[in-house]
């Protein structure tokens, strides 16, 4: 019986270890800890369960509270979904290992304000993966942005206002999709997004579908940080306190992007998205070529690893945007494979960023020299982490990376593959300055690390997710084959 249920527990628990945890945190801090690992290694376990049922035997729809579609509400786990809820339990999950010990030190007498709203903002993203409902969409949108702006303005300094500018973004694109949502309400007088889209098909030719359309995707890219609608994401990343940006980073824009893929996929259609405005595809495509690029150069500037860190973010956004634009099997395959590589990956490098602050207090390029002594096995993880974000196989970014430029090939898009090999050489750039500053310059008191009296690694609450993240490169890397076969061809649409 508990595992009909699972499509609304793996939603539901977490939520209520956020209520838990607000009321029994305050009394003691011990409650913590288990109340939030234990409910996210519940949700966890239950998105695999899920996952392997809906490989087994198709797609899982939930109905909440008796009232069948289109008039209540419901929860769809098809294998992109499945997927998803895997990646974001996981990976949130592994961050809040970490975390748990680091708020300790960044936000201390506050633990158990912070774990509730992060408890909520995950709760909300799995909703978001899970719903087959375009309003409540919006609802769990909000519900995401709303306890990430509390988050980030729980940082020092200048986290407030990045905040306050997260805020305004936030609201105008949670304005475009509400709009678009009442222009399709509008025209089909149903929410739910099955019902919607048996619904569509003869109204295609309307100027208001096609401004339905428009207003979703824009409100989906104000979120994600499309380029050049990102200038909110580097300093709300980089002044949130680390143990936020650690979890916020590797999934809110991914989240983001798999949105834009399921209105597509199930909603519209990709012959209505991709192929009736043929023009706007390729747009699209050349803007997410200049937003690689432009991203890209931008992280060359930065002086400090974590910010440099939210322009590759901006980056990757381009990568996965664009993949999906161009319209062709290959392409949307590198696309869905890079939000689940791009997860971890994000996860990998932001864990790093956690333990070398948590150690040294920066990550200030002027304060990075001779870490690789001070702290070898963080840096260890961390060049994996580079090696991925470069795409060197076999680590996992190598794969999704080869996809999308074959997509490219085949799209003949050229500009979109050349982009693509900029930005591999110029992340190569990046992370080798860092390799360089961290390992060969040293200071006067790094020659006792060099002896091997020096090392003074993050605890191991905190070391111990970033190994085994970095060695998920790796396993996630070998495994693409089987990722792509039996889960990802499953969620591409019938012809591609």
């Not at 390729?282 to 991203?295: L, N, Y």
């Not at 864990?351 to 002027?366: H, K, P, S």
């Not at 690789?372 to 794969?399: D, E, N, Q």
């Not at 900029?422 to 360089?436: D, H, Q, T, W």
Request: glycine content about 8%.
């Amino acid at each position: 019986m508990i595992l009909e249920n699972f499509p609304a527990l793996v939603i539901a628990v977490p939520l209520l270890a956020a209520f838990a945890v607000n009321l029994l945190g305050r009394l003691s801090r011990a409650w913590i800890a288990p109340l939030v690992l234990g409910s996210l290694a519940f949700s966890t376990i239950a998105s695999v369960v899920l996952l392997a049922r809906v490989l087994r035997e198709g797609t899982v729809r939930y109905v909440m509270g008796g009232w069948r579609a289109p008039f209540g509400i419901e929860l769809v786990v098809d294998p992109l979904s499945g997927l998803m809820l895997v990646v974001v339990a996981a990976v949130a999950l592994v961050a809040c290992v970490s975390v748990v010990k680091s708020v300790e030190q960044e936000l201390p007498g506050k633990d158990y304000l912070f774990f509730t709203l992060l408890l909520i903002l995950i709760a909300g993203l799995l909703g978001l993966v899970v719903t087959g409902d375009a309003f409540n969409l919006y609802v769990l949108l909000e519900i995401t942005s709303i306890t990430t702006y509390g988050l980030i303005a729980m940082g020092p300094d200048r986290a407030p206002l990045s905040s306050f500018n997260y805020i305004i973004m936030g609201t105008i694109g949670a304005c475009f999709y509400l709009l678009g949502v009442g222009y399709l309400y509008i025209l089909t007088g149903s929410l739910n997004m099955a019902d919607i889209a048996l619904i569509l098909p003869g109204l295609e030719g309307q100027v208001a579908v096609a401004t339905a359309f428009a207003f979703l995707l824009v409100g989906f890219w104000v979120k994600m940080a499309f380029f050049p609608l990102h200038s909110w994401l580097p300093n709300a990343y980089s002044h949130a306190p680390n143990s936020v940006a650690v979890v916020v980073a590797p999934l809110m824009t991914k989240v983001t992007v798999y949105l834009m893929l399921r209105i597509i996929l199930t909603v519209f259609s990709v012959d209505y998205a991709f192929y009736q405005h043929a023009a706007v595809q390729s747009t699209i495509v050349w803007v997410s070529a200049g937003a690689i690029v432009c991203a890209s150069f931008l992280a060359l500037a930065q002086r400090d690893l974590k910010r440099m860190l939210t322009y590759i973010i901006v980056a990757e956004v381009g990568y996965m945007v664009g993949g999906a634009w161009l319209a062709n099997s290959a392409g949307l395959t590198g696309a869905v494979l890079h939000i689940v590589n791009d997860a971890i990956m994000t996860l990998c490098m932001f864990l790093a960023v956690l333990a070398i602050a948590y150690r040294i207090g920066d990550t200030r390029f002027e304060n990075l020299t001779g870490i690789f002594r001070k702290m070898p096995i963080t840096m260890a993880a961390f060049t994996l982490g580079a090696f991925s974000m470069i795409g060197v196989p076999p680590t996992c970014g190598f794969f999704s990376k080869w996809y999308l430029i074959l997509g490219g090939v085949e799209a003949d898009q050229w500009g979109f593959v050349i982009a693509l090999v900029v930005s591999s050489l110029v992340n190569a750039v990046l992370f080798f300055r860092i390799i360089e500053i961290g390992y060969f310059r040293l200071e006067e008191q790094d020659h006792a690390a060099v002896h091997g009296n020096g090392v003074a690694e993050a605890p191991l609450m905190i070391l111990s997710p970033l190994v085994l993240t970095a060695l998920a490169l790796l396993v996630v890397g070998f495994g693409s084959g089987l990722i792509v076969k039996d889960v990802i061809r499953l969620a591409l649409p019938a012809g591609f």
